[in-house]
């Protein structure tokens, strides 16, 4: 079968591939590029367990061919790294917002990206902006608690329902 | 209880953040389908597009003919079965043999150096079929109508009947009686994670390495063996990160065989992983039953006898080893009075076949259905009689010295807190409060109702989807270093036992939590045990790492005493170091104990053996433990759109002694959660012709966060008289909730006279009852 040749950002570094056109984005990264935390849990763009950042902000890698991505900038969980980064990860273990851990990586950009653009967001807006992303282990309420507790508010008002 | 351990405890009982997190939350953990291995091949099944018909032929040629195809097999090349003993003669075959009874049943595997080119060939495979009528309908099915689904039997593969003395007398001559029909439709676990499996041939031993997201990975390696006809000892079985199991993982499936048989065969890596839609035509199913119900009851409520026809579909084939028809049906019929005091009980269980995907174990099994139809009989009475829910509950529940108390279908209940969990639940929730806001709300057009559930939860059982082994081991060593590590038999998929079963360890043995290491699911490594399943991992593989850090400090302690020149009962441990009770300035460390041990073996105490390696069996006092507790809900629904919105939701839960609060409260939670989904939103679709409708996630729906409520957790501690006091408590969580949730639905549209008794309730259902309904509401 013939290729098509890419190249784009992973995670700030280039890379360059040679692919066939069907390839998906979800196999690229996870099969030729090795970032195995882009998840597959549907390949039906509902799940939201392989979700990236492509050009920062949350796409569904399973949706995408691999030549979709070419000149573009994509970032896996891997590649979170500042300091907001550590942090969610610091406040998931805290509050226990994981079980199988299955959802978590892409749970993890999801709340980033909600973060870096609101961090005022209040209990049912960061429900709101987890909906895409599906849990079957923990029904939210520690992830919502771990991404509150980044907000302005610190987290108050967890007591009351959403 | 503080005498078993080896100093205060200190970790069991705290909330700890888990050691499993770090590598989940950088991505490095590794899941089946992340593992890499050199020359892997791939493997996808052509899946019967039928649920009924008979295999004229198949012809594979042009698959063969395209590159990268390594094998195109047919049961002829693998004639391998799932053997079922007992009541269900039937046995499922690893493909498809001449006839394919269900949709999505495997027919053809073929294997090539990726997953695209199999996809390619199994679409160049050519099967002629000719169909036939299938079986849908259980009702229909026990009379084996229209056919039946294995000509060497009859749909029926399992019937029981029970009865107590005096049945028939006290349901005639009660004041009231009520008939009603609950039934719950096909759901399925749905772990985010997909199935699959690897099977690798180990180069330097010849042995066959598999990797799977088993629950059992001891017993996995023991039917591999026995189905192949391989050695066991030449079978290893390895459970990599696993993206959630909830029972569904526990089964031994048809594709499990074929992989590891073409990775023979091929003398290569084979692996298979399952895409979505594969996950619905076949994962185990679960929850496919009705029970058609008469109960007998007085003025005040109390009631007085049970009769339940409990039915299930069991699909094609009983799954391997465990049919869910028949779990969800033998253990309803047990519970079926759940915490309630009812002298009466008669139950007739019929299980069948039909053209459908095998029922099997998903969390909870018969709870989440039985839980369902003993809350919704509570109500009926409560709405027959003009009385209060909670006030009906109050009358029946069991009393606090009625305990331990033997249900009318035998089950000892062995300890629990009936009443003081409802009341609890009433209390947080502040029901009355409720009941008048529920009244106001009406006035303004708007419907809110409360649903009130009571569990009882069996844990801990010999039994379960797990397997039967009615025990957990765990092997510990204190390395030479002075660390321990440990393993147990268990298989995982996210309940953090790496902590929990640490926590035990570190209060037996006096050592910090940092210093423990647990490691499960190598059956080369973990000693000989059932594994997860059943609510069994906390009391059971809690139990074995309790024992097995018991015999070590003995151990230790008798170490310590000679180095230290002191008496054994003198002796303490904390971070890792003996002292002479009350003499901190005398001490040895558990570092300078196996130096010894290993390493200066002359100077061991005589009497104990060189080196510090244990491996201890727990076996629980009794052969179920109850966990309780009760839920309840409130919720609006909005009667234009059948929407439901849940408003309020509190849990109070007795699992005995807690190891970490964090942890159960997160089970709790996910559990609630399935149970919103179970009530509200999933629901596995046959059409006339057996065909699935729901293959996606789009038509498959979960819950998603704005859905899903807060809920407040109090804890009651009622121990069970096994190690630490602990009872299971997985599945607690999602018996109770669907009854919670559609109890409070139920109330919220009483002014219209409407009540439902089949789950899930969705939208569409609310809005087309209520416009059936000739009552306008007040
Ligand atoms: S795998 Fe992409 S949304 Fe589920
Ligand atoms: S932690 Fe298992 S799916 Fe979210």
Sequence with gaps: MTTVDIAFLLNGRPVSLSVEPRLLLSDALRHHLGMTSTHVGCEQGVCGVCTILLDGAPARSCLMLAVMADGRSVTTAEGLSDPLAEQLRDSFQEHHALQCGFCTPAMLLTAHCLLSAHPEAGESQIREALSGNLCRCTGYQFIIDAVSSLTERGGEGDASHG | ?778
């Design chain 2, 1 to 778: 209880m503080a005498e078993e351990f080896a100093s205060a405890p200190h970790f069991v009982g705290a909330r700890i953040p888990r050691t499993e997190d770090s590598r989940l939350l950088r991505g490095e953990a590794q899941y089946l389908d992340d593992i890499q291995i050199p020359n892997l091949l791939e493997m996808a099944f052509v899946r019967s597009p039928y649920a009924a018909a008979r295999i004229l032929s198949v012809d594979s040629s042009a698959a063969w003919n395209i590159p990268g195809v390594r094998a195109v097999f047919t049961f002829a090349d693998m004639p391998f079965v799932l053997p079922q003993n007992g009541p269900s003669p039937i046995d499922q075959p690893v493909l498809a043999r001449e006839r394919v009874r269900h949709a999505g049943e495997a027919v053809v595997a073929v294997v090539a150096e990726s997953r695209y080119i199999a996809e390619d060939a199994c679409e160049a495979v050519h099967v002629a079929y000719t169909p036939e009528e299938p079986v849908l309908d259980m009702q229909a099915a026990q009379k084996d109508r229209p056919r039946r689904v294995h000509d060497a039997a009859p749909n029926v593969f399992y019937h029981q009947e029970y009865e107590t003395e005096g049945f028939q007398a006290a349901f005639d001559t009660a004041p009231h009686r009520l008939t009603m029909t609950f039934q719950t439709t096909r759901q399925t676990a749905c772990s985010l994670e997909t199935r699959g499996i690897i099977a690798a041939a180990d180069p330097f031993s010849g042995r066959m390495t598999v990797y799977c997201g088993t629950q059992s990975p001891h017993r996995l390696r023991g039917d591999l063996a026995e189905m192949l006809q391989m050695e066991e000892h030449l079978l290893r079985v390895i459970v990599p990160e696993v993206g959630g199991a909830f029972g569904m993982k526990a089964a031994t499936y048809p594709e499990y065989l074929a992989v590891v048989q073409a990775a023979r065969l091929l003398r290569q890596p084979v692996k298979w992983t399952a895409d979505r839609v594969e996950s619905f035509l076949s994962d185990v199913h679960a929850r496919d039953d009705i029970h058609d119900l008469e109960v007998a009851f007085d003025q005040r409520g109390q009631i007085i006898a049970v009769k339940d026809h409990l039915m299930a579909d069991g699909g094609a084939y009983a799954s391997y080893p465990f049919s869910g028809a028949i779990g969800e049906t033998s253990l309803a019929a047990k519970v079926i009075t759940g915490p309630y005091d009812i002298a009466h009980l008669s139950t007739v269980i019929d299980c069948t076949y039909s053209n459908k995907v095998p029922l099997g174990a998903y969390r909870g099994v018969w709870g989440p259905v039985a839980s369902f139809v003993q809350e919704g009989m509570v109500d009926r009475i409560a709405q027959f009689l003009h009385l209060d829910a909670a006030e009906v509950r109050r009358t029946n529940l069991v009393q606090p010295n009625q305990l331990p108390y033997r249900n009318a279908a035998g089950m000892l209940y062995d300890s629990g807190s009936f009443t003081e969990s409802f009341e609890h639940a009433l209390a947080q929730l502040d029901y009355t409060r409720w009941r008048a806001t529920q009244e106001q709300a009406r006035r303004v057009g708007k419907y809110l109702g409360i649903g009130l559930s009571n569990f009882v939860e069996p844990t801990a059982m010999a039994s379960s989807e797990a397997g039967s082994i009615g025990y957990e081991s765990c092997s510990v060593r204190v390395e030479p270093s002075g660390t321990v590590t440990a393993w147990l038999g268990l298989g995982p998929s996210g309940q953090g036992h790496e902590t929990t079963m640490a926590q035990v360890l570190a209060d037996q043995l006096g050592v910090d939590l940092e210093h423990i290491v647990v490691l499960h699911g190598d059956t080369d490594a973990a000693p000989l045990g059932g594994g997860t399943g059943g609510s069994r991992s906390g009391p059971l593989g809690g139990g074995a790492a309790m024992q097995a850090g018991r015999k070590m400090r003995e151990r230790l302690d008798v170490y310590a005493a000679h180095m230290l020149e002191a008496a054994v009962e003198d002796i303490a441990w904390e971070h890792g170091r003996a002292h002479v009770r009350g003499v901190y300035a005398r001490h040895v460390s558990l570092r300078d104990i196996a130096r010894i041990a290993y390493n200066d073996v002359r100077q061991i105490p005589s009497g104990l053996p060189i080196g510090l390696e244990v491996t201890e069996r727990y076996q629980p006092p009794r052969p179920v433990s109850f966990s309780n507790g009760t839920h309840a809900a409130v919720v609006e629904v909005n009667p234009s759109t059948g929407q439901v919105t849940v408003l309020d939701y509190v849990v109070v839960n007795d699992c005995g002694t807690l190891i970490n609060p964090l942890i159960v409260e997160g089970q709790i939670h996910g559990g609630v959660a399935q149970g919103v989904g179970a009530a509200l939103l999933e629901s596995l679709v046959y059409d006339d012709s057996g065909q699935l409708l729901t293959t996606t996630l789009m038509d498959y729906l979960l819950p998603s966060a704005p859905l899903v409520p807060r809920m407040r957790i109090e804890h009651l501690v009622t121990p069970s008289d096994g190690a630490l006091g602990v009872k299971g408590m997985g599945e607690g969580s999602l018996i109770a909730s669907p009854a919670a949730i559609a109890g409070a639905v139920n109330d919220a549209l009483s002014p219209w006279g409407v009540s439902f008794e089949r789950l899930p309730i969705a939208p569409r259902d609310i809005v087309t009852s209520l416009g059936r309904s000739s009552a306008a509401p007040v």
